[in-house]
């Protein structure tokens, strides 16, 4: 697991003198101090992260990673696992939420397949990443080997090079496709968290009481079966994750090791960041959580990793929906940062410093 | 009050039928039924509003209202009324965080002089609508006649008339500046709800504890010495209101009166549209919530009102920054109605009919 363990220690604290530089020129800025709420330590951090204070986030990019899941066997989802490749398709021809909410922001959106249980043709203008078709049937057994588990990192990590060597890229996003992958995301979150699974687990695309009593009974026995062990996030991903949210957490320390802020979507994006940063804690630097969902277990996905969520939507439908909105906040922040004038530039009395 | 009678009678209720064709065609989209939250309801809203399923919020403009305030005598604010008129030419400037959050959403902003306390220059670039150079103190009687809060609403009226006159105006956001104005914005849901002072008053622009509790000994007194009538919205907006907050509220009555979904900002926007809404509940259909903002009483007013507020990023500043962002939302779900596509049009199966 060279590109992993290399790319984890080339990550880098960002510029901790930028950041007291930001927050000076936003104490200067000539309204109340603190009045931009989140905007203000949001834009300092991104002002550490690029080393200056007037920083263009023009070129985002939301990178949706897609793969199915043997679990879906279990009757875990309303859909079935072929709409995970037909949405492939969808995104590719610009018609599903998150083509629609990218262009909103000015963000490209990139499709990845790491492990559809479909043959894509070569030509399809997606990254063509497949560690495997479909993972295995956790609540039986490991979804992957811990190669695969790896494999599915290193091509997040492959992905962000690919893009970084296309030209610029100032702001990632992640966003997932994969039926029945909100099963294996709360699976993650139990291994680390060794919380009630009824406690994490949600309605996904919308199971009744019954379906969400059987949901939580299956990650039950995934973890009973496998029992992955928390201090080892590659177990805990081989275990009962998913080829997609390896290449999640791949995307976070591909950008962190890059110097590139990036920003996590709902639950499946979020398990991705939080196997990345259990596995490389500096990769936090560089996370920004995009939103909160209605499914259950993300809050404790945020406490773990230690960061809020910009927005509380109420979505719950991944692709990476929730993260492109937030793009626009963080790209707001840069503004905010850069352009607000300070009491000195306007010439107003400072009540900030009385 | 004629003017502000006929357009409180010329108020219609939004397209009920456009509503109903926009829910079922979301639920038709290629995802999870309601899996975009918060952004299905306001994108039927805007529908319903526009009488059609493609809306395009092209032209926005934020209008931020000014005004002086006699209550500022009282010490309830760190910044000195000056700032008032300072702050106007700011916005003119292009410097002020209004300024540039605007831009970052492509908002124009036009600022109003309700009642400064300043003679600006004839050809200032604002809308010239004085009403009275600062409201009188009203801890010690009321803050402007009856004939004074009426003229404030009317010329909130006048400026939607005017922005119509010059071009289509499909978004209109409203925002406030004026020294004490939360002193003024508490004392009006006070008055309204009836709840303690203390917990209807916050900080405003940063006060300590002992300037806190000062805040609200002034406003009891005001509230004492005034007696304003809940059951009378002009009366309360003359005897604790202010000229902006009027204006503020002519602005939401004028938009209904035409039409147009109105966002509205902080504390002091949302004691506009308060009155406004008690004045005249049928222009409820018309007001969106830009944020909750960290004064403690605005979601007191939100509950009065009975809308959600959009966003929740601790802002406490005005000038209509939290509407600003809110309007990227706004124009967010219009295109996530009429650009996501249905399963039918992409060829899925649809799992939301199971």
Redesign the interface.
Known sequence: MSLLNDRIKAITAPDQKMAAAALERLRN???????????EPLSARLASIAGKMDVHLDSKVIVTCAADHGVVAEGVS???K??TA??V??FV?G???I???A??VGAAVRVADIGVDHDFEPELPIFHKKVGKSTANFSRGPAMSREEAVASMEEGIAIVDELVAEGPLHLLGTGDMGIANTTASSAVIAAFSGLPISSLTGR???LDDEGLAHKIRVIEKGLAVNRPNPGDPIDVLAKVGGFEIGALGGLVIGAASHNIPVVCDGLISTAGALIACELAPAAKAYLFAGHRS?EIGHKFMHQRLGIDP????????GEG?GAA?AM??L??AT??LA???TFE?????D??R?
Chains 1, 2 share one sequence.
């Open positions: 800025q000539a309204r109340p101090a603190g009045s931009l709420g989140v905007m309303r859909f079935p072929e709409v037909q949405m398709y969808n021809n018609g599903a939420a083509s629609i909410l262009r909103h996904g695309t919308g209605r910009l927005l509380d939507l109420d979505f719950r439908l929906t909105l626009s906040l790209e707001c503004r905010v352009d607000i004038k530039e306007v010439g107003i009395v009540a900030n009385n």
